[in-house]
Structure formats: C-alpha cells, structure tokens
C-alpha cells in the first residue's frame, strides 16, 4: 500500500465516522433511511473515499444518500433510485430525453451532478402519477398520440409540465419556444403539440 | 383448422425479390374488403401501450437492470485505417472493478462482415472495434478503456467517395475498391435511340450528403446467460433475426438464445443489423459469470451503426415537346464505408415514371468511414432527390406544369418485371394533393415574388414495396373471462404494431380493443414475424392476426353450436355474443363458451397467406411543399407539406399520421439540416453528438396534411394494408427542393439546403 492509497482509506474511514453521525442524528429526526450510494452494479466495488452525502426530495420523499461527487442527477435518479422513466440519451444535455422538474423548473438532469440538486425538490414522470393513475398531461399524451417509440416521451412531458406550471394556458409560440430543448427523433412533434395545447380542453 | 400448404412464397424486401419455403394458409386469407363495415380498423383507436409509455413504467432494453450486472465499454480504433501491432490489456485489467477484457487475442475469430471478424486486428475506420472491458461500473470501463496500450501501424486511409474509387487510393478488401468488385447496371430498351428522338435534354450532376440515424434509445443489449442458454434484451428492429445471428456467431442452437425487445426506443434501420456489442457482451459475460449491459454512447452512435450513404448522381434526361421521356440514364457514386454495403439511389428512376430507354449504373466505394446500414427508405430520398430535380428543369425547357409532365409520364405497370401492380391510385393521391395546396396558384416565373423573402411550391412523386409477406405467424388465446391474448414475435419501433394487433383482433371478434392484450418482442413467447424494415410490418403479422381471430370464431361458432344444440348455420355472431338465428335460445357470450370447456381456452395460430403471383405490390405518392427562402440570410423555412399517399386501406388514422409526420420532419431534415461531417486531414466525423448533429427540433414543425386515398387493397393482402413507414420520407427532401427553386429561380443540386449554399447559388 503506498502513502497515496493510506492517504485516501484515512479519509474515507474518518469521513464514515463523520457521515455516519450526521446519519443517526438526521434518521432520527426525519426517518430517512441512509441509501447505499453504490449503484445495484456496484457490488465489490472499491469505495475511493471521496463519496458525500445529498440529501433531497424526489417526487414528494425525502432521500438521502451516499454517492461519488461525479455522479449525475439522472445517475442517481435511474441508477441509485430505480426511477427508470427518466431516459438518458445524449448524456451531455443536448436533447431533453433527461429532463425532470427541479423545485417546479425543467432540467437536464444528465447535465447536472446530483450534488448540485442537494435540497432542492425533484419530480420526475413517476412523480406525476397519483399511484396508478395517469396525471391529466400524460393521459393528454395518449389520447393526441404525442409519441411513437416513447424514450424521449418522459423528458417531453416534464418540459410541457414545467411550462404548464408557469402558464397554465399556453399559446402555441409558447409551447414551441418551452419544447424546442426536447428531441424527437420519431419527430411526433405535431402531435406532441396537441397533446400540450389540449391539456386544458 | 383451416387448410394449409407448403410453398414458395415470395415477397419484395427493398428492391431483393425474396424466396422462402414457407407454410401458408391453402386458400390465402379472408379479404377485408373496403366497402366491409368496421368498428375498429382504420379509427383513431389510442395507442394500447400509451400509458406504459407516458407514465414511465416501459421497460426499455435500456432500463434492464438485473442483480449482479456489470457494464461494457468498447475501445474503438482512433485511426482511420490501421492495423494492430501489439495490444497489452494489463493495466487496464489491474483496475479495481474491471472484471475482463477480451481483444482478438483472448477470442476466436467470429466472422463479421463477409470478410472481418469481431475483432479483427485489421482497422479499417476510427471506430471500428478493439477490445471491450466489462466492469463493476460504467464509469470504471471508461477508465479501463483509457490504460490498454495499443501498437498501431498506422495506414494510407480515403475517405473521400469519389478519390476512393482512383487507382491511388489504398485497398483494404480483396474485392478492391468497389462493393462486390465492380458497378452495379441495368439497362432495358435503347438510350441512344432515346436520346436521338427528344426535343429536349437536360443533364447535371446532385448530390446528398451521408445521414446518421440517431434513433433516440442508445443502441444496447442486455445478457444473461443460464448454463449454455442466453437471454438477450436488445434494443432491435428484428427479434428473430438478431436470434439467429447471435446464436450463429456463438455456436448454439437458435432455441438456446431468448431475445426480448418489449418496447424500444426508434430504429429507422439502424438497428436492424445485429451488433458486435451484443456479442461482446455475450462473450464477457460468460467469461465473468454475470449479466452485461452495454450501451453504446452518442459518439458511438454516430460512428459505428450506420448511415444513410452519401451520393453523387450524373443523371440525362430526354423529352420530347409533348412531354414523353425518351431516355434517362445516370451514373451514382455511394459511400459503403468500411465494410460490404450496397449504396445505391437509382430505384426510382427505374419504375417511378414511364420510359422506355433507360440505362443506370451505381458504383460502391469502399471509405475508411463507418459502414453504411439500411436507413429508412435506403436510396430512395436521394435518387427521389435528383429524379425529382431534374424532372422538373425538364418540364420548364418545355413549358410544361410539373404535375402534368409526371401524369403525361404515368407508369402504369412494374417497367421492370412488366408486372401490373395490385394496385396504383398515384393519379388519386395527385389531385387530391394538388387540391389541398392549391398548385394552381404556384408562381408560373420562379423567384418572381418581390422583396427579399421568397414563396415558392414545389412536389415529388414516390414509390417503394412494403408488401410484406410470409412468413408471419400470430397466436391467440381467449382466455375464460372473454379476454384475448395475442402472442407475436414482432417488435413495435414506435410505429404502433402493439395497438394494430389489438385492432386486427378486435375487429374480428367484435370485441372492444380494451379485452385485448399484445405480448410481442420475445422469441421465446411469440411465433416467427418478419423484422420490422422495409415497411413490412403492418401487412405482414395484421392478416396473421386476422386469420387467427377467425380460426378462434370458427372454434367458437362450433362450440356454442354443441351446447345449445342446433347447427352451426343456425347461429349469428355478433359483437361476442352468439344468437341462435330464431332466437329460441339464450344467447352465450363468448366467455360463456370457453368457461364450458375442460380447458377453460382456446388458442389457435393464424398464418400469412402468400403474396399473389404475377404481380407487383407498391405503395405510390406525393407530397407538395411550400417554402419560404429569405434572399438575404438564405435560409429556407418550409410552411407547408401535403402529403397524399396511396397505402392502401388505413389501420389506424391517428399512428398512421404520426408516422408521415415522423417521415416529413425526417425528411426535411434531410433537406434542410443534418450531415455528417468528416475531416479529410484526419479521416475522423466531427459532429458526433446531438447539438454539432443537427436534427429538427419541435419549432422547426411545418404544417403537414396527410392524405390517403381511400381504398383497401384486398389483392395486395387480406387487410388491404400496404406499410408506411418509409413512404412519407421519400420524396419530402425532392420537393422542398423544387419549392425552393420555383421561390428563387435558382436551382440547388446538394442536400443539405443550407443557408451558405443558397447564397453562392444566388450570388453565381
């Protein structure tokens, strides 16, 4: 073991003790289990002593847990939380397939290191349903057929959901410039703005 | 059960006329004519996989995630062309988290492209495939891929279609420079003769620029191994096919490897070939003992899957005053990349339009770039493209309307099999489409309106096959509460293949599309459908359906006849319920039937009938644009796209205008904005990500009318469906670009139309 390596596993096991006290005092406030900031394939994985703690609210519950600095929002959402509706596409914030609501506000959440959403309140497509029941925008989706294969339909319709929030009654100039960030490559666009524009008819 | 045979069906897959000995039903399928009445066939029926889709619970090949998974990476080749001195995996292997490695020298030589492998040490383009890693992590792969140290020997590369061809260039094939070794020609009647009888004639040269898919869902697959069986989930247009290959590569037999495409992500060709990653993935995963998931990145996407091959097109048109074509010839250069591809465009001059003489010839090159796939109508927008373009500088020499020199040029039958076609309402879809635009009032002088923004109209006409055709096998199960399961071993691309089963069967049984549920995209699960390329899907597995539906009614007319004892013909089915004619008995339900037999359901398998003889089954039209050409800055804005189609009978209104949106906008891409864009100094794509890759996005939709003729055509196939899926790209990028000329009187010959070009034109 070189002084490197000693350097880095001092760290992680006071960091641990550090993390694991904020840990206890915070389960018990809030009931929030400590996630395992290892992804399901990270099994064995060799932890590099760099990990921190995020802390946020996805889709109305509060989550915390341990991840790698490095590590993307959409990372911790599809990889850490299972939340497999939100796509990830392009992976550098090119084409929306990754887009969730950030404290009610569109985001590209491959773009964004998870440590960067810390506290604030993040829905994704999941978090629209009320249990199984389709929200009014994702139910307006089906009916004006705004999708063809469906793996960029998540992003589409977080970014309608966030202009839906700011203007309820959206004009279709307005639904334009709010979309223009989503890429289709099926190029349901038409449709897509039917879908939005009929939300509310 | 019906009758059934033996045979040799045929069908046309692109332009190859395909012969399988295959099993069909006897006496064909039961014809849904256009004058029968239905109640869910052809209505805007919703897609039955929307919710999954909408709420985010589709479990895409992407989202597969199973215990104990690892994650591949692959090192590609940095260099154009080269070949592997010495590769040393070590470091890489030493990463914590790296599980294996596997390069040509810890594999046998599986045998890709006609004369490659897997892994061969030979490169022949900056992408091509070196080593992959699998590891605990994606992140850990990348690194591992960054410390295995290679010794090239770096070789002379061209990736210049045209400098490809010279005797100057390097050859990294034994066929040599060209695609099979030589050009590829056709030729029916005289040209010169041809030529020697028209009044008029133009010449000049286009070209189109090379395309890359980009479908949205990363090309990926997923594999688990139990024992020697191999699941694979995989991001495919073609379940079966990637079945066979995978199983081929890897020395099992078929009914060892199970492949799952339960809902992917868009394909437009791209993944209708099996990957190497998929193998890849099969081999780490049975060397470390776990699942695999690899996924290729946007870069990889835009390097080592596939495109649209570029073109050069010398194309000779004569005419006489009368507007008869007298001859056509033309010459095309296409890009292959760096393996085995046909890149040819000249399609639809050989049977879009009525001529006798015509004498075409395609050459392949062989570039040091990425491998050329089928995309979404292979050849046709760009040999469209140049047709189009040319017609119409012909008809203007003239001083004829370009509708009327192509209705003066009407193809009645196949000029090259001399078979009539089972239907063409081409003649229908122009006037109805000339109608809607209003192309009476198109600009009689190009580039005559005033002030620096510009209108101008223009139009394309298209042909392609999509028959569809055996064989193709549907099961359905009703099962004791009335309800329908249909079983299929198709895959839904986002063109909607779940929800026009659903129809198909609902139509049939009379039961609402709701009773009625689809389990396609498993091998293991559905029977063998043809992969879903060449707008085969639809009239394929629809009458399969259909033929299984009315096998299920025959059953259940007999059982209800039983029951209620009275003979069959005395008995009505109507909306799922069965009445004695008389109405002396209670009528029975069809749950009723099935709860009374010891098996509690009943399945049966309906079959596509063979494609009939003696003819040609194509689908036909044409779309108008209408665009707006500011003089100034030379950017086109297209405003409007009518599109009317002959595509025979509609399944569904509301998928099937999705899907000519889907084709327009794709379409216009191709004319306006996407290319991929290679350096010459360093053999590399430069623009392999989605913001330097330009595609449309929402802002740039143009209003579009999607026009069918009305009819069904019951000669093609039961269901008088032709597909869909490429005809509404095909001639989208030819007329915007004669709408651009009659907006400024200046012809451009390249795709795309960017804004640079319209301004040198403008400014020549």
Redo the contacts between chains.
């Keep these: 073991m070189n002084s490197d390596e000693k350097k880095d596993r001092m760290t992680r096991r006071q960091f641990i003790k550090t993390s694991t006290l904020t840990t206890v005092g915070t389960v018990i406030l809030t009931k929030v289990p400590l996630l395992s900031g290892e992804s399901a394939s990270g099994e064995g994985i060799q932890d590099n002593g760099r990990k921190q703690l995020l802390s946020l609210t996805v889709n109305d519950k509060p989550v915390r847990l341990l991840i790698e600095p490095r590590t993307t929002l959409a990372e911790v959402l599809r990889d850490h939380l299972k939340l497999t509706g939100t796509k990830i596409s392009c992976n550098r914030g090119q084409c929306g397939s990754c887009t969730v609501l950030m404290n009610g506000k569109a985001v590209y959440s491959c773009h964004m290191l998870a440590l960067d959403a810390a506290g604030s309140n993040v829905t994704t497509i999941e978090g629209l349903l009320s249990g199984e029941e389709l929200h009014p925008l994702q139910q307006a989706f089906v009916n004006h057929d705004g999708l063809q294969c469906g793996f960029c339909t998540p992003g589409q319709i977080m970014a309608a959901q966030a202009l839906l929030l700011k203007h309820p009654k959206p004009t279709k100039p307005q639904v334009l410039e709010a979309m223009s960030g989503n890429l289709c490559r099926c190029a349901a666009y038409p449709k897509i703005i039917d879908s939005v524009l009929g939300t509310n008819k | 059960m019906t009758n059934r045979k033996l045979t040799r069906a045929k069908y046309f897959f692109e332009d190859s006329e395909i012969e399988h000995l295959t099993e069909v039903p006897a006496d064909g399928n039961q014809r849904m004519e256009e004058t029968d009445a239905s109640k869910v066939i052809g209505k805007p029926v919703?897609?039955v996989?929307?919710?999954?889709?909408?709420?985010?619970?589709?479990?895409?090949t992407?989202?597969v995630?199973l215990?104990?998974?690892?994650?591949a990476r692959t090192l590609r080749s940095p260099y154009p062309h080269a070949k592997i001195r010495r590769i040393d995996t070590s470091k890489a292997e030493a990463l914590?988290?790296v599980l294996a490695v596997i390069t040509h020298e810890n594999t046998s030589e599986i045998p890709w492209y006609f004369d490659s492998f897997l892994f061969d040490p030979h490169l022949r383009y900056a992408g091509d495939e070196i080593a992959c890693v699998a590891a605990?992590?994606e992140?850990?792969a990348e690194r591992a891929l960054k410390l295995i140290e290679v010794d090239y020997e770096v070789l002379p590369f061209v990736v210049d279609t045209m400098k490809a061809a010279e005797e100057t260039s390097p050859v990294f094939h034994e066929e040599g420079r060209l695609v099979f070794g030589e050009e590829i020609t056709y030729e029916r009647g005289d040209v010169e003769a041809g030529f020697a009888e028209s009044d008029v004639i133009v010449e000049d040269n286009y070209t189109t620029q090379a395309a890359v898919?980009?479908?949205?869902?990363?090309h990926c697959s997923v594999v688990k191994w139990d024992g020697d069986k191999l699941t694979v989930w995989d991001s495919t247009q073609g379940i079966y096919g990637v079945r066979d290959e995978v199983a081929e590569r890897l020395g099992l037999p078929e009914s060892h490897v199970q492949v799952i495409s339960h809902?992917?992500?868009?394909g437009?060709g791209t993944k209708l070939e099996t990957g190497k990653y998929t193998v890849m993935a099969a081999l780490l995963a049975r060397k470390i003992g776990r699942p695999v998931?690899i996924a290729l990145?946007?870069k990889e996407m835009n390097l080592a899957v596939g495109n649209r091959p570029d073109s050069l097109q010398q194309l000779k048109v004569g005419a006489k005053k009368d507007g008869t074509l007298t001859a056509m010839t033309t010459t095309t250069y296409g890009a292959a990349g760096a393996y085995r591809h046909r890149a040819i465009c000249y399609w639809p001059i050989m049977t879009m339009y009525q001529c006798a003489n015509v004498q075409l010839a395609a050459y392949s090159t062989y570039t040091n770039l990425g491998k050329a796939r089928a995309f979404r109508a292979p050849g046709h927008p760009q040999g469209t493209f140049a047709l189009d373009s040319i017609l119409d500088d012909v008809a203007e020499k003239i001083g004829m309307n370009p509708l009327e020199f192509r209705l003066k040029n009407y193809a009645e039958i196949d000029q090259v099999s001399q078979r009539p076609y089972t239907s063409k309402k081409l003649r229908e879809a122009y006037e109805l489409g000339a109608a809607k635009i209003g192309w009476t009032h198109r600009r009689k002088t190009p580039g005559s309106d005033s002030g620096p923004i510009k209108r101008g109209l223009g139009m394309a006409s298209q042909i392609w096959w999509g028959s569809g055709g055996p064989p193709a096998a549907v099961t359905v199960k009703l099962n004791n509460d009335g309800s329908v399961r249909v079983l299929a071993g198709t895959q839904d691309?986002?063109?909607g293949t779940y929800t026009i089963l659903a129809q198909t069967v609902a139509e049939v049984l009379e039961i609402p599309v709701e009773r009625i549920q689809v389990t396609i995209g498993d091998t293991a699960v559905g029977p063998y459908c043809p992969m879903s390329g060449g707008s085969m899907t639809a009239p394929s597995v629809t009458p399969a359906a259909q033929d299984a539906a009315l096998q299920l009614k025959d059953a259940l007319l007999s059982g209800a006849a039983t029951m209620l004892e009275v003979s069959e013909e005395n008995l009505i089915y109507k909306d799922g319920v069965i009445h004695t004619a008389s109405g002396e008995k209670e009528p029975l339900g069809i749950a009723d039937v099935v709860q009374r037999l010891r098996e509690r359901t009943l399945v049966r398998t309906g079959l596509r009938a063979a494609n009939p003889e003696g003819f040609m089954i194509q689908s036909f039209g044409v779309q108008f644009a209408e665009v707006e050409v500011d003089t100034w800055t030379g950017k086109v804005r297209v405003i409007r796209i009518v599109a009317a189609h002959d595509i025979g009978r509609t399944l569904n209104r509301?998928?099937l205008?999705?899907?000519f949106?889907?084709?327009?906008?794709?379409g216009m891409?191709y004319a306006l904005f996407e290319e991929r864009i290679v350096d010459e100094s360093t053999g590399k794509v430069l623009n392999t990500?989605?913001?330097d890759y330009k595609?449309?996005?929402?802002?740039?939709?143009p209003e579009?009318d999607v026009i069918t003729v009305p009819h069904s055509d019951t000669k093609a196939n039961s269901m008088g469906a032709k597909g869909c899926g490429e005809p509404p790209i095909i001639p989208t990028a030819a007329a915007i670009a004669n709408a651009v000329y009659n907006a400024i009187g200046v012809r451009i010959n390249s795709l795309p139309i960017t804004p640079d070009k319209v301004l040198n034109a403008l400014n020549a």
């Excluded at chain 2, 898919?213 to 990363?218: G, I, R």
């Excluded at chain 2, 949106?661 to 794709?666: A, K, L, N, R």
């Excluded at chain 2, 595609?695 to 939709?701: F, G, Q, S, Y």
């Design positions: 919703s897609r996989d929307g919710y999954n889709k909408v709420s985010g619970s589709a479990l895409f992407f989202d995630n215990p104990r998974m690892a994650h914590p988290g605990e992590t992140a850990i898919h980009n479908p949205t869902e990363p809902y992917m992500g868009g437009f998931r990145t946007r691309l986002g063109t509301k998928l205008e999705n899907q949106h889907g084709g327009i906008i794709m891409s990500n989605l913001h595609i449309p996005t929402i802002a740039d939709t579009i």
